[in-house]
């Protein structure tokens, strides 16, 4: 049977506490959830992705489980393997394992391909989040020639094996014209459907985002953006299957900037807590409290210092207080004890 989706209430304590005391002291920090970047490669070609799919960059397996295990002695609780593809990785169920093994939970970010090569991961992963980017013609011009079939694929293994799995969208000129198909697929499927904002760069970052020049032909204007949110918090309000949270779409609509996903303005409903609860380790083995914040650091070797060390050595985000990136923007409301967005999350992970 696979490992069971629902987190435990120690668990939800344990964020609680923590969440509680650096609201109280900016200086407590414990790195409670993590992006792992487990592999620099991916099979598909993404149009609003300008990461090299070719880079064969991956972290070690003692490396990864030398971070896990000093994470979770700092009180780390939850990890999120992506990449890149982590199902490319041949050694993807011995690091999932190790993961739950010392009782993180455990969520995997894939568009779908070699699901079938990775049954006994993906049946011991806590949820599983699917690249879906529309119908079968507008995610393979999204994504390239082949990756609907992949991605079906993937479904099928998911739902033969009883994997528990949700799908994630980004928003982008041709998909949002169907919104309702992409609802109404997890209507069909019995998940949630999440929705993200198509992520640009104005200045370097050290996850490389494209340009606006570079995703022009797909980037919405202002008000098809706002549009389709809207459309989102109608259908979520009316029941549909939508993960993501109220609170975080209310954020998105109000957002000022979409050609600029992050500012150094202070929200009035959240604070940042990149530099105190989270962060993010590439496949290149550099530890940034965030990947997406202009003029960030070059980060912190985890192979020169270790995980604990690099962790602790990093510097304070000085030039952005709030931000439209989806996971961040989430970790910011539930982390700024936002009850609506906390019950939204307790509520939709333990189904």
Same mark, same amino acid.
């Given at each position: 049977?696979? =490992? ?30 993590? #992006?792992?970047? %487990? ?50 990785? &041949? ?12 009782? =993180? ?20 992963? &806590? ?6 980017? !529309? ?19 993937? /479904? ?5 094996? !009883? ?19 992409? %609802? ?10 999440? =929705? ?14 494209? @340009? ?47 050609? &600029? ?22 496949? &290149? ?7 997406? %914040? ?8 985890? @192979? ?21 990136? @989806? ?6 409301? /539930? ?8 019950? #939204?999350?307790?509520?939709?992970? !333990?189904?």
């Amino acid at each position: 049977m696979p =490992f069971t989706s629902i987190m435990k209430l120690s668990t939800y304590l344990h964020f609680l506490r923590h969440a509680l005391w650096m609201k109280m002291d900016r200086r407590h920090r414990v790195p409670l959830t993590m #992006n792992l970047h %487990v592999s620099g490669a991916c099979s598909n070609r993404c149009l609003y992705c300008v990461l090299d799919n070719d880079n064969s960059t991956d972290l070690s397996l003692d490396l990864i489980k030398t971070v896990l295990h000093e994470a979770w002695s700092m009180g780390g609780r939850r990890v999120n393997l992506t990449g890149g593809e982590p199902l490319l990785r &041949d050694d993807l169920a011995e690091i999932v394992h190790y993961a739950k093994d010392r009782g =993180f939970f455990v969520s995997l970010a894939t568009c779908g391909a070699r699901a079938q090569d990775q049954v006994e991961a993906l049946r011991a992963v &806590d949820r599983v989040m699917l690249s879906l980017d !529309g119908p079968r013609e507008i995610h393979d011009e999204l994504c390239g020639p082949g990756s609907f079939e992949a991605l079906q694929q993937g /479904i099928d293994v998911f739902e033969t094996q !009883g994997v528990s799995y949700w799908t994630t969208t980004v928003l982008t000129k041709l998909n949002i014209p169907h919104i309702d198909w992409i %609802v109404g697929h997890a209507r069909s499927h019995d998940i949630q459907a999440n =929705f993200v904002l198509l992520l640009m760069q104005r200045e370097p970052v050290p996850l490389r985002l494209p @340009s606006a020049g570079e995703v022009a032909e797909i980037l919405p204007d202002d008000g098809e953006i706002r549009a389709a949110v809207k459309q989102l918090m109608q259908l979520k309000r009316a029941g549909a299957p939508i993960g993501s949270s109220m609170p975080y779409l209310k954020q998105l609509l109000e957002w000022p900037d979409y050609s &600029d996903a992050t500012s150094p303005k202070l929200s009035r409903h959240y604070r940042c807590v990149a530099h105190q609860a989270t962060c993010e380790l590439l496949s &290149d083995g550099m530890l940034y409290s965030c990947v997406s %914040v202009p003029g960030c650091s070059a980060g912190v070797s985890v @192979s020169e210092h270790g995980f604990a060390k690099a962790f602790t050595r990093l510097p304070e985000i000085e030039n952005c207080r709030s931000c439209a990136i @989806s996971c961040q923007l989430e970790s910011n409301l /539930i982390f700024s004890l936002n009850t609506k967005t906390i019950w #939204n999350w307790m509520r939709l992970i !333990g189904k």
